[in-house]
């Protein structure tokens, strides 16, 4: 039996060894076969991209460009790269074979390619083609033609590349050249060389202005309705022929947006295309070095004859904007370009704004002068012209215009204080001053805007002014009794002083007072109703006469009851309420 268990033991042990062996054996054919695998895997890829399947030669020599054709030429593209870069395929007989197939194949899409974009941008030439359609649904749609030229066709890309730069900036120059030419039909001229502040419209000849409407003459000073296209910003550039068609003239300023609208919409269309496209920026620059030569040839012409201060301020506010606009869209193409026609403007601005400086420092006060006491029309225009400023620097707060309009300012006053003194009489002179400067700061007013310093000074002047011809009314009709008031009332009215103040010696001015004071004060109203131009300025001015007037007639009635035996003169005196009332019978009037 032990025999027999060890016999059995003996071939458990042989099986058990030859199991091993057949595991062993396993492993190996399993490795073998899974190497077998993976070479039989890249063997197929490295076959398959070598081979030229015959559908990618039809498609490539006889079929048309269309989606097909593109993932075609993808197809192509990354054979081409396989047998460039992969280093067994380089040493490979089975290249040998097929290289001079891919060579052919290559030479042929390059040719093709080349052939459909130079097509399309022939059609780019066509008049009224809309391009940006066409690079949208056209060229976009098969932008991988252009980079497969880029990147299997360096020499034909380049030509390409240059096509499409000479291509699109003479279409485009051409666009805005028509564009440029049909604006300038619709031109309104505001302003001469000889429409300033300071110049005497008399002395212009009466057929210089004969080719511009009378109503555009308030545009050269006022701003007016022209302040809306700031509010039209990104409206749609004007088309001309309607405009032309309705016979609708407009001031520079809006062709001028309308202009730079276009050149913004256009910029930003073939910027974002060019990236696109091409994968760079720099060509755009490129294209546009022609429309942006017209555009320059025209504001160079424009510009230097241009004497619109207004129209300007208003274009270097559109151009802020514009600024803003192309910022928000994230496009910086026109950067540079809005930057150097901001540097255009503002000394062209400061220019024209010196002449009317200058006007008013070298008027010729006689010829200005004319001998009425209303509102002189040069001051209107300066009020009209700070009030535009005024309103145009809202929400920009420009330091150096507010310096500008200062020295305006201190010009303008310089004349109007020798205007006034060309008037013989000084009541004259104060209410020529009082009507200008009431008038000046109506306007600023009106403007709906802060004056700000302006304002301010303005109002000061006015109020002393005021004050002035309050003390000159009421010494025209109560002279000696402001005299006594002011040299003889305060004194003490004691028979111990000095020189006592005495009954007679008031009593012609309380029976003076008393006999007059009602006639004299609607003698006045009459007077202030015709002096000045502004009637609640002028009820203004007679209230605070009448107030002055009743304080002086206080001190004089405080003065009386301080003296000895001033009883006699109590039923002279004129009560104050009696003045008060009359005061506010002509307080009601406004």
């Known amino acids: 039996m032990e025999s027999l268990l060890g016999g059995f033991q003996v071939e458990i042990g042989s099986i058990s060894s030859e199991i091993k062996t057949l595991q062993e054996k396993s492993m190996g054919m399993g490795l073998k076969l899974k190497n077998r695998r993976v070479a ?52 490979s007989a089975a290249l040998k074979d097929v290289q001079p197939e891919f060579e052919r194949l290559r030479q042929k899409a390059i040719s093709k390619g080349f052939d459909f974009i130079v097509q399309k941008l022939q059609a780019l ?107 039209e910003i990104d409206q749609p550039a004007l088309i001309p022929h309607i405009a032309e068609a309705s016979g609708t003239k407009y001031p520079y300023e809006v062709l001028f947006r ?96 010196d002449l009317h400086l200058t006007s008013l420092r070298n008027a010729n006060v006689r010829t200005l002068w004319e001998d009425d006491v209303h509102p002189h029309y040069v001051m209107r225009r300066y009020a009209e012209f700070t009030a535009s400023l005024v309103q145009l620097n809202v ?80 010494l025209e009709h109560f002279n000696d009794l402001i005299r006594f008031v002011k040299t003889r009332a305060g004194e003490d009215t004691s028979s111990s002083s000095e020189r006592p103040v005495t009954v007679n010696e008031v009593e012609p001015l309380v029976k003076d007072f008393a006999s007059r004071w009602k006639g004299t004060i609607e003698v006045m109203h009459k007077d202030v109703i015709t002096s000045f131009s502004n009637f609640l300025c002028g009820m203004e001015i007679l209230k605070a006469a009448l107030t002055q007037l009743l304080l002086y007639y206080t001190r004089l009635s405080d003065c009386i009851k301080r003296i000895d035996g001033s009883s006699a003169l109590n039923k002279e005196l004129v009560s104050i309420s009696s003045i008060m009332y009359e005061i506010k019978k002509y307080s009601r009037t406004f």
């Open 125 to 231: 030439k066509k008049p009224k083609t809309n391009i940006q359609i066409l690079q949208q649904n056209v060229l976009l749609k098969y932008k991988y033609v252009a980079a497969f030229l880029k990147e299997h066709g360096k020499d034909v890309y380049h030509d390409i590349y240059l096509a499409y730069i000479d291509t699109l900036n003479k279409v485009l120059s051409a666009h805005f050249r028509a564009y440029i030419q049909a604006l300038e039909k619709l031109q309104l001229d505001i302003a001469s060389a000889n429409d300033l502040i300071g110049i005497d419209t008399r002395s212009t000849s009466l057929f210089s202005r004969a080719r511009e409407p009378l109503k555009n003459r308030s545009a050269v000073f006022a701003l007016g309705d022209r302040i809306n296209i700031l509010k």
């Open 40 to 91: 039989e895997l890249n063997l197929a890829r490295f076959i398959e991209d070598l081979v030229v399947p015959p559908k990618m030669i039809d498609t490539i020599v006889d079929g048309e460009v269309n989606e097909e054709y593109v993932r075609t030429l993808q197809m192509l593209s990354k054979k081409l790269k396989f047998i460039e870069v992969d280093p067994m395929a380089k040493t």
């Open 395 to 474: 929400n920009y707060g420009d330091g150096q215009l507010e310096l500008n309009m200062e020295r305006l300012r201190v010009a303008v006053d310089d004349l109007l204080v020798k205007l006034a003194r060309m008037f013989s009489r000084p009541k004259q002179q104060t209410i020529f001053l009082i009507n200008n400067y009431d008038m000046i700061l109506a306007v600023l007013k009106e403007a709906g805007t802060e004056g700000g310093r302006t304002q301010l000074q303005f109002e000061e002047l006015l109020k002393s002014n005021t004050t002035v011809f309050v003390e000159e009314l009421l």
């Open 258 to 353: 309308s202009l730079h609208k276009l050149l913004m919409d256009t910029a930003t269309s073939e910027y974002l295309f060019c990236i696109e496209f091409f994968g760079e920026d720099s060509i755009f620059y490129e294209i546009f070095s022609g429309p942006f030569t017209v555009i320059d040839e025209h504001f160079n012409a424009i510009l230097p004859n241009f004497f619109d201060a207004i129209g300007l301020m208003l274009m270097i506010r559109i151009t802020h904007q514009h600024q803003l606009i192309m910022s928000r869209r994230r496009v910086p193409c026109l950067d540079s370009y809005l930057d150097k026609v901001n540097i255009a403007l503002w000394p062209r601005f400061k220019m024209v704004f």
